[in-house]
């Protein structure tokens, strides 16, 4: 198993993880026990265990596999590194539609797609039927799938959702105290640096915009809420029909607007974050659809 891969940096996570709790002079379980443990084989539990004598965290020699320290926080891999391609494929497919720029009535073959992302038709298929109860994409009689266009209409009831589904959570993510903000609050710097240098890195948002909704949305723990959400990301950051022209300006906004939230949050301050979160929320019901396309006028 290669240690680039998810596999084993989620694995190297967990082994982090069981040698912070036993403590340093603490024995390892066998070979046999971590592979059960982390879920792994033994032949990337060998790696683990290699990986975790380097930075010198255990001795391992034999069947002996002593615990030296408690590892440190900056030697867990991040969690977009410990993601499968498969987690990652809702991302991946819309960053597909948008850097393709494809249009409606566009065909999507599962075979390229497969090569695209480097997964097996099967699991292609299965997250294009379970993302095509959305209506943006359909199954055709000649088995391709279909990229299709949305109304006004659909677009309105879909925030509407969007807002009550985001506030609820949000609100549940400011009573979760300061120890859950933090998540929030550490995204300032990826924030800031987009900003000073806008006029190249505008681009780099929606991927960012994505990561800090998700902050609040992956904490409410509603597997409904999440799965919509996969929508959500597509329609407000990647379609293919936002009209281009005042992007950098409202992706600029949109920053200002993240960093009033997680200044609130810094200070503690819950009216004041949900007063910002309001803000952002509306404004971004207004950009929709002000800046979509729709039936080809924008």
């Not at 046999?32 to 391992?60: F, H, K, P, Y």
């Not at 004041?272 to 659809?289: G, K, P, S, W």
Request: proline residues 3%.
């Amino acid at each position: 198993m290669s240690r680039s891969s998810s596999t084993f940096k989620e694995g190297y996570n967990r082994a982090l993880d069981i040698i912070g709790s036993v403590g340093p002079n603490a024995d390892l379980p066998t070979e046999v026990t971590l592979s059960q443990e982390l879920d792994v084989s033994r032949t990337t539990v060998r790696g683990i265990l290699t990986g975790l004598q380097n930075a010198g965290i255990i001795e391992w020699s034999g069947r002996s596999k002593r615990v030296l320290r408690r590892p440190r926080k900056a030697e867990y891999f991040p969690a977009s590194e410990t993601e499968s391609v498969t987690e990652k494929l809702s991302s991946l497919f819309m960053e597909y539609i948008f850097a393709s720029e494809l249009t409606p009535g566009a065909t999507l073959r599962e075979t390229d797609l497969a090569k695209e992302f480097g997964v097996s038709s099967t699991v292609i298929r299965e997250f294009l039927i379970r993302f095509s109860r959305f209506g943006l994409i359909e199954k055709t009689p000649n088995r391709h799938w279909v990229l299709n266009g949305f109304t006004r209409a659909f677009a309105e009831e879909l925030f509407a959702v969007r807002e009550m589904f985001e506030k609820r959570c949000f609100e549940e993510f400011l009573a979760g105290g300061a120890d859950r903000h933090l998540e929030t609050i550490k995204l300032r710097a990826e924030h800031e640096a987009i900003a000073e240098n806008i006029d190249d890195d505008y681009l780099l948002f929606p991927r960012l915009d994505e990561k800090f909704h998700r902050v609040w949305i992956d904490s409410f723990g509603n597997r409904f809420v999440q799965d919509f959400f996969e929508l959500i990301s597509l329609v407000f950051h990647y379609h293919y029909r936002w009209n281009k022209r005042d992007e950098l300006e409202r992706n600029h906004y949109a920053i200002v607007q993240h960093l009033e939230i997680i200044s609130a949050l810094e200070s503690s301050d819950a009216d004041r974050a949900m007063v910002a979160f309001q803000a952002h929320i509306d404004h971004a019901r207004e950009t929709l659809l002000a800046s979509a396309v729709w039936d080809g006028k924008p």
